[in-house]
């Protein structure tokens, strides 16, 4: 989830402020660099120390069937969901934990308390969800409610080792407008567009690492069980309905001729449109008519949909590897249509959708939606909201970086509430790549409030600027505790920058890549911590990144090297020296400029900090015109002032 504005107001305010007084740096400590690091999580036979699932590895699991409907009158959804959760843990459990996420929206919540009132207006609250009944086998069932999480006491224990139990909750819930934030419904001129995602009861997760986990939901995002998912919803004649996963009646509620449409988009590499501008001003009153929309969605975490009669809707095929296919689609109303808005979007699903298949792993789900309505740029399993005024650029731009969180968190499923760059930076990440290549670069390089958003500046040299702020949060920090200021520049940037700098500067494409796919590979539908990836990109990268996580991901260490002497000597030949100054190493490259012209780069890896902050290299060639450390800015180097210099 993104907030494109605040993200670029944030960096840049970081990059433009003004130096603090110059202060004597720590001299480099090599023990301290490249001391042994133990990371948070020791390996076990659940998780291996190659960062893998180990044997003994298991995971809960919550099956859900769900009946809602809304009422467009009242703005209520009421609904009824029948959970069949499987205790595949060692442990028998006697009572769930339950996320009650719309209770964030109350007056009392503990997120409104946190967010000093910013988040939520209290003019605009709702009295969050209301629990008409919980119960297991018809018997109610005590429950006890806590801000944004309720427990459910059992009759009798869930047995360990594959044990079910199927409990029934009613429930209905005020549908928050605009100031919902990642779900909303606000009114259109063709028709209110509803924006559904928390909508229903949802498990807590119990895993190996802290047993039920319980952190309350504060407004950052979410951590999940996975399972499969039927759900049906009941809105007026006159709406479409697009949601996660596959539409399993569209003879019930779509026309021959929306249905033929259709047929022809699962075909073609073109869009197609499915309803056009014309047939929604065309569409007449439902006269209180309903239709029920029924779902079926294999193996996902969370499913989200949107409705409204004011939709124009598109579709394409997806291309994916071994001969498999999708369908890419757009809903929007019809002011958002144009060349330069919404027509394209499904282009650019499409395009994100088959890249990243191809490059990392296959999308796993028959549709890829995106909708324009009042919950924007937010991400949801097979289904993203994204802003109706968005366009060209930012249309690619927000498009592509929330489908990509299919990969991160959906199928990756890491716990965002805890770990947010887990989703955030590494999705950040792979959407670099998706803008180097839509259309040969054209709305490339990714420059936008989650990477790189000054005017000024390489990537590297903002990341060196954020780095020098005391007061930036490291990236392994709890999601909640990072402030508005710091959570795109730190959360986003910086994780997918050191992401970058692994991949291109560090290991290289040609270990980083086989690697990063095995970590998603061997995590996809399953729950991997920080420790997890760190172990599995070194143990399949094939290198001891040990200084790299404790200088970038656990602190804030400065990187600088700098060139402190240039001599060429007639009786020994000439010498660079090179000075570590900085308690973060690198690998990086020297160019060497010789007198005639020609130059020669110099690979330093990090090993040449081991024991020492100082290094002279005797150059071979020619006398030395002049020598510079990191001459193309692909390090966060914090003086450049001194990365240059020229001989005597």
């Given at each position: 989830?993104?907030?494109?504005?605040?993200?670029?107001?944030?960096?840049?305010a970081l990059c433009a402020a003004p130096a603090a007084h110059a202060q004597t740096a720590p001299k480099y400590d090599p023990l301290k660099t490249f001391a042994p690091l133990n990371l948070p999580a020791p390996p076990s036979t659940i998780r291996t120390g190659s960062g893998t699932p180990g044997p003994a590895y298991w995971q809960n699991r919550a099956d859900f069937n769900i009946d809602a409907k809304i009422d467009t009158a009242a703005h209520v959804l009421t609904g009824e969901e029948t959970i069949t959760y499987t205790n595949n843990s060692p442990e028998e459990l006697g009572f769930l934990w339950i996320q009650m996420d719309q209770n964030l929206y109350r007056r009392d919540s503990r997120g409104y308390a946190m967010s000093g009132g910013r988040r939520i207006d209290p003019k605009n609250s709702t009295p969050g969800y209301e629990i008409d009944a919980v119960t297991v086998g018809g018997k109610t069932l005590n429950t006890v409610v806590s801000d944004t999480r309720m427990r459910v006491d059992l009759p009798s224990g869930v047995k360990a080792g594959g044990g079910k139990v199927q409990v029934k909750i009613?429930?209905?819930?005020?549908?928050?407008?605009?100031?919902?934030?990642?779900?909303?419904?606000?009114?259109?001129?063709?028709?209110?567009?509803?924006?559904?995602?928390?909508?229903?009861?949802?498990?807590?997760?119990?895993?190996?690492?802290?047993?039920?986990?319980?952190?309350?939901?504060?407004?950052?995002?979410?951590?999940?069980?996975?399972?499969?998912?039927?759900?049906?919803?009941?809105?007026?004649?006159?709406?479409?309905?697009?949601?996660?996963?596959?539409?399993?009646?569209?003879?019930?509620?779509?026309?021959?001729?929306?249905?033929?449409?259709?047929?022809?988009?699962?075909?073609?590499?073109?869009?197609?449109?499915?309803?056009?501008?014309?047939?929604?001003?065309?569409?007449?009153?439902?006269?209180?008519?309903?239709?029920?929309?029924?779902?079926?969605?294999?193996?996902?975490?969370?499913?989200?949909?949107?409705?409204?009669?004011?939709?124009?809707?598109?579709?394409?095929?997806?291309?994916?590897?071994?001969?498999?296919?999708?369908?890419?689609?757009?809903?929007?109303?019809?002011?958002?249509?144009?060349?330069?808005?919404?027509?394209?979007?499904?282009?650019?699903?499409?395009?994100?959708?088959?890249?990243?298949?191809?490059?990392?792993?296959?999308?796993?789900?028959?549709?890829?939606?995106?909708?324009?309505?009042?919950?924007?740029?937010?991400?949801?399993?097979?289904?993203?909201?994204?802003?109706?005024?968005?366009?060209?650029?930012?249309?690619?731009?927000?498009?592509?970086?929330?489908?990509?969180?299919?990969?991160?968190?959906?199928?990756?499923?890491?716990?965002?509430?805890?770990?947010?760059?887990?989703?955030?930076?590494?999705?950040?990440?792979?959407?670099?790549?998706?803008?180097?290549?839509?259309?040969?670069?054209?709305?490339?390089?990714?420059?936008?409030?989650?990477?790189?958003?000054?005017?000024?500046?390489?990537?590297?040299?903002?990341?060196?600027?954020?780095?020098?702020?005391?007061?930036?949060?490291?990236?392994?920090?709890?999601?909640?505790?990072?402030?508005?200021?710091?959570?795109?520049?730190?959360?986003?940037?910086?994780?997918?920058?050191?992401?970058?700098?692994?991949?291109?500067?560090?290991?290289?494409?040609?270990?980083?890549?086989?690697?990063?796919?095995?970590?998603?590979?061997?995590?996809?539908?399953?729950?991997?911590?920080?420790?997890?990836?760190?172990?599995?990109?070194?143990?399949?990268?094939?290198?001891?990144?040990?200084?790299?996580?404790?200088?970038?991901?656990?602190?804030?260490?400065?990187?600088?090297?700098?060139?402190?002497?240039?001599?060429?000597?007639?009786?020994?030949?000439?010498?660079?020296?090179?000075?570590?100054?900085?308690?973060?190493?690198?690998?990086?490259?020297?160019?060497?400029?010789?007198?005639?012209?020609?130059?020669?780069?110099?690979?330093?890896?990090?090993?040449?900090?081991?024991?020492?902050?100082?290094?002279?290299?005797?150059?071979?060639?020619?006398?030395?015109?002049?020598?510079?450390?990191?001459?193309?800015?692909?390090?966060?180097?914090?003086?450049?002032?001194?990365?240059?210099?020229?001989?005597?």
């Amino acid at each position: 989830m993104t907030s494109r504005l605040s993200a670029l107001l944030a960096l840049a305010a970081l990059c433009a402020a003004p130096a603090a007084h110059a202060q004597t740096a720590p001299k480099y400590d090599p023990l301290k660099t490249f001391a042994p690091l133990n990371l948070p999580a020791p390996p076990s036979t659940i998780r291996t120390g190659s960062g893998t699932p180990g044997p003994a590895y298991w995971q809960n699991r919550a099956d859900f069937n769900i009946d809602a409907k809304i009422d467009t009158a009242a703005h209520v959804l009421t609904g009824e969901e029948t959970i069949t959760y499987t205790n595949n843990s060692p442990e028998e459990l006697g009572f769930l934990w339950i996320q009650m996420d719309q209770n964030l929206y109350r007056r009392d919540s503990r997120g409104y308390a946190m967010s000093g009132g910013r988040r939520i207006d209290p003019k605009n609250s709702t009295p969050g969800y209301e629990i008409d009944a919980v119960t297991v086998g018809g018997k109610t069932l005590n429950t006890v409610v806590s801000d944004t999480r309720m427990r459910v006491d059992l009759p009798s224990g869930v047995k360990a080792g594959g044990g079910k139990v199927q409990v029934k909750i009613r429930y209905h819930f005020l549908i928050p407008g605009l100031f919902g934030g990642r779900m909303a419904w606000n009114a259109n001129k063709s028709g209110d567009i509803y924006d559904l995602a928390q909508w229903y009861p949802r498990l807590q997760v119990f895993d190996d690492v802290r047993g039920w986990d319980t952190l309350p939901y504060l407004a950052n995002e979410f951590y999940l069980e996975y399972g499969n998912f039927d759900y049906a919803v009941t809105v007026p004649a006159d709406m479409i309905v697009a949601g996660s996963g596959a539409l399993t009646n569209p003879g019930e509620v779509l026309t021959a001729e929306q249905r033929a449409r259709f047929d022809r988009a699962r075909a073609s590499d073109k869009t197609v449109l499915i309803r056009t501008p014309e047939e929604v001003a065309a569409t007449p009153p439902p006269k209180g008519a309903t239709k029920t929309w029924r779902f079926h969605m294999d193996s996902t975490r969370d499913v989200a949909f949107t409705a409204s009669r004011a939709f124009v809707w598109d579709a394409a095929r997806i291309n994916l590897p071994d001969g498999k296919t999708a369908v890419a689609q757009s809903v929007y109303p019809p002011e958002s249509v144009g060349e330069n808005g919404w027509s394209r979007s499904t282009e650019y699903m499409k395009d994100a959708v088959e890249r990243f298949s191809k490059r990392w792993y296959p999308y796993p789900w028959p549709n890829a939606i995106n909708v324009a309505g009042p919950a924007t740029g937010m991400e949801y399993p097979g289904i993203v909201f994204d802003g109706i005024d968005d366009k060209a650029k930012t249309l690619f731009f927000i498009s592509a970086h929330e489908i990509g969180h299919t990969w991160f968190p959906m199928v990756v499923g890491s716990d965002e509430r805890r770990d947010a760059w887990m989703d955030e930076g590494i999705n950040t990440f792979i959407d670099v790549y998706e803008s180097d290549d839509f259309e040969n670069g054209v709305y490339g390089p990714k420059r936008d409030g989650e990477y790189a958003p000054s005017a000024t500046g390489t990537p590297a040299d903002q990341i060196a600027e954020l780095i020098k702020d005391p007061e930036a949060p490291v990236i392994l920090s709890r999601a909640d505790t990072i402030r508005e200021k710091y959570r795109h520049p730190v959360t986003y940037f910086k994780a997918a920058f050191g992401l970058t700098l692994l991949r291109e500067d560090i290991l290289g494409p040609e270990r980083f890549d086989p690697a990063f796919r095995k970590y998603i590979a061997d995590w996809a539908y399953k729950h991997p911590k920080p420790s997890d990836f760190f172990r599995e990109m070194e143990s399949a990268g094939g290198e001891d990144l040990s200084y790299f996580w404790r200088g970038y991901f656990l602190n804030n260490w400065s990187h600088d090297m700098a060139v402190t002497e240039v001599v060429n000597d007639p009786a020994k030949g000439a010498s660079v020296t090179v000075e570590n100054r900085g308690q973060l190493v690198l690998p990086a490259t020297l160019r060497i400029v010789f007198k005639d012209g020609k130059t020669r780069d110099l690979r330093i890896p990090v090993e040449t900090w081991m024991q020492t902050g100082r290094h002279t290299y005797a150059i071979d060639g020619g006398p030395v015109a002049e020598a510079t450390v990191d001459p193309d800015h692909r390090l966060p180097d914090a003086d450049r002032s001194n990365n240059a210099m020229r001989a005597n």
